[in-house]
């Protein structure tokens, strides 16, 4: 079985420029999720889908970031424009209702 | 607000000796505790999970024990090996919540 598929793995930008990450998550999964891991820290959620809705997106900072997931399969995670703060590795993780979250494999983005 | 506090923040342990890292949570409504192992440039990984009907819980080399009480649990690698030397996260959730709530982490390094 395959994976949590996330792309680009790795992403240079300058700041105030848009960025945009992809994830594919294990099929028949229909929960989705991403997380933001800052250097050193736990990762911290910033939105969970539940097939295209998205259930919980407290803590997503909705000024710049955004997201979707078409189809309730795919998703991609926005941010416009970039700030120097947002450098962290973008999680991203899905599962079947109430079971285990799998995990990608992250993006990890650098804002200069 | 860190619900979830980790310790120690590296850990350095011989080749055979035993590996313990410890974690309290403060939210009585967590009722799943995961233990997550993330190597560099990988996304975590579930290691072993418990919830708190039990006090312990056994896998192969790797042990949680759970102070419901104390609202403290711990992960115990015997026999610790190189191959374990990674980041290790504990994280809390409630039932129907599905968001994980992480630990700072633990840098492992087994040497020989």
């Known amino acids: 079985e395959a994976g949590v598929v996330q792309s680009p793995r790795y992403k240079i930008i300058e700041k105030k420029q848009p960025v945009a990450f992809w994830c594919n998550p294990i099929?028949?999964?229909?929960?989705l999720y991403w997380y933001r891991q800052n250097l050193g820290q736990g990762p911290e959620l910033l939105i969970r889908?539940?097939?295209?809705?998205?259930?919980?997106d407290s803590q997503l900072p909705k000024d710049r970031f955004s997201a979707e997931r078409l189809k309730g399969v795919d998703s991609t995670l926005k941010i416009q424009p970039a700030e120097l703060g947002d450098s962290a590795v973008y999680l991203c993780?899905?599962?079947?209702?109430?079971?285990?979250?799998?995990f990608g494999p992250g993006t990890r983005l650098l804002v200069l | 607000q860190q619900q979830v506090k980790q310790s120690p923040q590296s850990l350095i342990v011989q080749k055979g000796g035993i590996s313990i890292i410890n974690c309290a949570y403060e939210n009585t409504a967590f009722d799943y505790f995961p233990w997550y192992q993330q190597f560099p440039g990988k996304g975590p990984a579930l290691l072993i999970a418990i919830r708190p009907d039990v006090s312990e819980k056994k896998e192969g080399r790797f042990t949680i024990s759970f102070n419901k009480s104390a609202k403290q649990f711990s992960l115990h690698i015997m026999d610790s090996q190189p191959g374990d030397s990674a980041t290790y996260f504990c994280a809390a959730d409630s039932f129907g919540n599905e968001k994980l709530t992480f630990g700072t982490g633990t840098r492992l390094t087994i040497i020989p």
């Open positions: 889908y539940e097939n295209e809705e998205a259930v919980d």
């Open positions: 099929s028949g999964h229909n929960t």
């Open positions: 993780a899905s599962s079947r209702s109430g079971e285990t979250q799998y």
